[in-house]
């Protein structure tokens, strides 16, 4: 198993640009999740996903958007880059234990974001 | 709102025991978890409480007193690698649905 996997690991854009950040699971986990992570900070939670087709806003949404078309990906887009979206981008997934999972939540190695 | 409260930073010596407190106010609760994040790196599970008392797993225990709203996070015979933030997270309702909301992290510096 790759566990979670995310790309591009660096990405540099100018204000006012769009990039989509890649993330994809082969552990056939139905929770997925994104959060930001600012230096000295915790993890904020930017948009959640409980199944194929469900997404759900979190802490921090503003500036993001995201997709569930399959179980394996959870892509996250930002539209309109601006230097406030710099920051390193960890997506996560896991199975709860009502569904044969442990609850354990299992991290992407982050994709690093740099607005100018 | 939910909040969760920890040390920013703590610095112990090899071979000696730290303990790294968390309290949380939140609404409902359904687990503590204590995750380790190397600089740099992705956050990695560590533990898990979801009633009270001791959970020791090799050199790391973790301690939970819900009605407390109150954590820690034991390490003992501390090594270099042990040089890490230590990341508190609450999932604050009783559903298995409800993401879970994190403290900011506990630097911890282990010195020779």
């Known amino acids: 198993n790759a566990g979670v996997t995310q790309t591009p690991k660096f990405r540099i854009l100018k204000i006012g640009q769009s990039m989509t950040l890649q993330c994809t699971q082969d552990?056939?986990?139905?929770?997925m999740y994104w959060y930001r992570q600012d230096p000295g900070m915790g993890l904020k939670l930017i948009y959640y996903s409980v199944g194929a087709g469900i997404t759900d806003k979190g802490e921090v949404p503003n500036g993001y958007n995201v997709s569930r078309s399959t179980t394996e990906d959870f892509p996250l887009r930002l539209e309109l880059a601006a230097p406030s979206q710099t920051s390193v981008y960890f997506c996560a997934s896991r199975q709860p234990r009502g569904q044969g999972g442990n609850n354990e939540q299992f991290f992407g190695p982050g994709t690093r974001l740099t607005v100018l | 709102g939910q909040n969760i409260d920890q040390p920013t930073e703590m610095t112990a010596t090899e071979g000696a025991i730290v303990q790294i407190n968390c309290t949380y106010q939140t609404s409902g609760f359904n687990g503590l978890f204590w995750y380790q994040q190397h600089a740099g790196e992705a956050p990695t599970f560590l533990s898990y409480n979801v009633l009270d008392g001791l959970e020791e797993k090799g050199r790391f225990s973790s301690f939970l007193s819900r009605s407390k709203g109150y954590s820690y996070l034991l390490l003992k015979e501390l090594q270099m690698k042990d040089s890490a933030s230590y990341l508190c997270?609450?999932?604050?309702?009783?559903?298995?649905?409800?993401?879970?909301?994190f403290g900011k992290g506990t630097r911890l510096s282990v010195i020779a």
């Open positions: 552990m056939n986990h139905n929770y």
């Open positions: 997270a609450v999932r604050p309702r009783n559903s298995g649905n409800t993401p879970l909301v």
